[in-house]
């Protein structure tokens, strides 16, 4: 990292003393929103204000781009200044920049033909990045990988996947549905927190030392022969335990559902 | 060169920890190392019967610890292998007595003296558990093949992986006819759930409390099946990983084996 400080460092007196231009302070806040970032079919959509400083819009644009992490990898930029259009000199500089820092494929200006007409037809394949992709809402599936041994507990808000096996001892918990590829033989717990009985605990290898969905209890199950992929669900206030492939409890929805 | 502090633990008691660290320990210094084992079971001391040199301790680790005494001062050589030394656990103290942060320092100075150190680590996962841990560069898993053992092992096993150690494991006291019926689990079930490397396999043997009520090592036998069998876990921590597990096998006769084939006997 010193040698960014450094090119920052020669960066701050090369701007100060040749273009007499305002220096950035290290902690820049965002107040005045110089530039706007939109996803498109194609790519990215870059909107800025050429009013303001190249600085300013450099600094602007990598806070924004810092949030699309790699999804700027390789994508194509359209630059675009409302009727003024790109100067020439910031639109090879941006380009520049993002290309060596976010390792973007490709930057050019926007041309605006009829951008009324455009906008309106396109309004639907647009979104507004405001956030993170990490903070976007993924449903909120927590997976981990490995071996859930004695002792320990893995807990999910929601839904939680293991990839790995639940050892006699070990406790899953989650807040939705529990699914184990690989053998669960400790103490799984779906659907807590709200009661939620329509969740669901599946397993490769179903042998728990005991499940709850939601306040329904089972203890003392007996294991089933051979390693089925079998899920254990709520059914008249009990748990039932069922061969997932033969039940296929999903197939048989009308329609896709967000669980 | 520096030393290795390898602890020896389970979890459950009574699977034979203190009789792997004294075989295992004795084994080592008949290969020409100079070994330390350490019994960690404060207040509870223990290895020293085991080795047969009870009467000679003076000093103990707590005195270590605390700088009463240099470790060549604690550490009792055994009586038939020149190079094996005890340092026993203090009967007076209890766990809490010393730290995992002291130990720590303590074990720095093992690493000095000894090419290995042994920690005979105490029964449960308390703060005997961490002391005995806390200095250690790697763990040996003792557990016999019941479910009891092996969930605790398990539960030892976890709490070895968030210290940064991965353990390596003996399989210890099994009675190969009883596996071969099925009324035992084998040493696939137990690594099937434990999922940690073997490192050795010990079969039930007479010859172990034999050995531990007269204070002799058990590897000075070569008759003894669980004595060669330690014997090889120790040259597989001493720089041979590769040495084949032997699998214990019941030695049944030969009309017995055909009466299984042809289903007269079980």
């Known amino acids: 990292m010193w040698f960014v400080s450094i090119i920052r460092a020669i960066q701050k007196f090369f701007i100060m003393n040749i273009t007499n231009r305002p220096v950035l302070p290290d902690e820049w806040t965002m107040d005045s929103k110089a530039v706007k970032l939109k996803g498109t079919r194609d790519g990215f959509a870059v909107t800025l204000d050429s009013n303001e400083p190249y600085e300013v819009i450099e600094q602007q644009t990598s806070e924004l781009f810092v949030n699309l992490r790699q999804l700027a990898h390789g994508a194509r930029i359209s630059v675009e200044n409302g009727e003024a259009g790109v100067p020439a000199d910031m639109l090879i500089r941006l380009g520049m920049f993002l290309k060596e820092r976010f390792g973007v494929s490709d930057v050019f200006e926007k041309i605006r033909v009829e951008a009324a007409v455009e906008t309106v037809t396109d309004q639907k394949d647009l979104y507004e990045i405001t956030q993170a992709p990490g903070g976007m809402d993924m449903g909120d599936v927590k997976v981990m990988a490995g071996r859930v041994r004695s002792g320990q507990k893995i807990m999910a808000e929601s839904h939680l996947i293991i990839m790995g096996d639940v050892n006699p001892g070990g406790e899953v918990y989650a807040g939705g549905d529990i699914l184990v590829l690989g053998s669960l033989c400790g103490t799984a717990l779906a659907g807590q927190a709200e009661n939620k009985e329509k969740s669901i605990i599946l397993a490769f290898d179903f042998r728990p030392t005991q499940v709850q969905i939601g306040g329904v209890v089972a203890a003392g199950m007996s294991a089933s022969a051979g390693k089925a992929i079998e899920f254990a669900f709520v059914e008249n206030g009990s748990i039932v335990v069922d061969n997932y492939m033969t039940a296929n409890p999903f197939g048989k929805l009308p329609v896709l559902e967000e669980r | ?266």
């Open chain 2, 1 to 266: 060169m520096e030393g290795k502090v390898i602890v020896i633990t389970s979890g459950k008691g009574g699977v034979g920890k203190t009789t792997a660290t004294a075989s295992i320990g004795a084994a080592l210094a008949k290969e020409g190392k100079k070994v330390a084992v350490v019994d960690m079971d404060i207040g509870l001391r223990n290895l020293d019967v085991v080795m047969g040199l009870e009467n000679r301790v003076v000093f103990n680790i707590v005195d270590v610890v605390r700088n009463k005494c240099r470790i060549n001062q604690a550490a009792i050589r055994d009586r038939r292998i020149d190079n094996l030394f005890l340092i026993p656990a203090s009967q007076s103290d209890n766990k809490d007595s010393i730290s995992p942060e002291e130990m720590v320092t303590v074990c720095n100075e093992f690493r000095k003296e000894f090419d290995f150190t042994l920690m005979d680590c105490p029964a449960g996962i308390e703060r005997g558990f961490e002391n005995a841990v806390a200095g250690a560069d790697e763990a040996v898993v003792v557990c016999t093949p019941e479910v009891s053992s092996v969930r605790d092992a398990d539960r030892i096993i976890g709490l070895l992986y968030a210290k940064k150690i991965t353990p390596k494991l003996i399989v210890n006291r099994i009675i190969p006819s009883m596996v071969e019926k099925g009324d035992m689990l084998s040493h696939e079930d137990v690594v099937d759930v434990l999922s940690v490397d073997l490192i050795g396999l010990v079969e039930m043997d007479d010859q172990v409390i034999v050995s531990t009520n007269t204070g002799s090592p058990l590897v000075m036998n070569k008759e003894s099946k669980a004595g060669v069998a330690f014997s090889r876990i120790a040259m597989r921590l001493n720089g041979q990983p590769d040495l084949p597990i032997d699998i214990p096998k019941s030695q049944e006769g030969f009309f017995s084996k055909i009466g299984r084939k042809i289903g007269i006997r079980k």
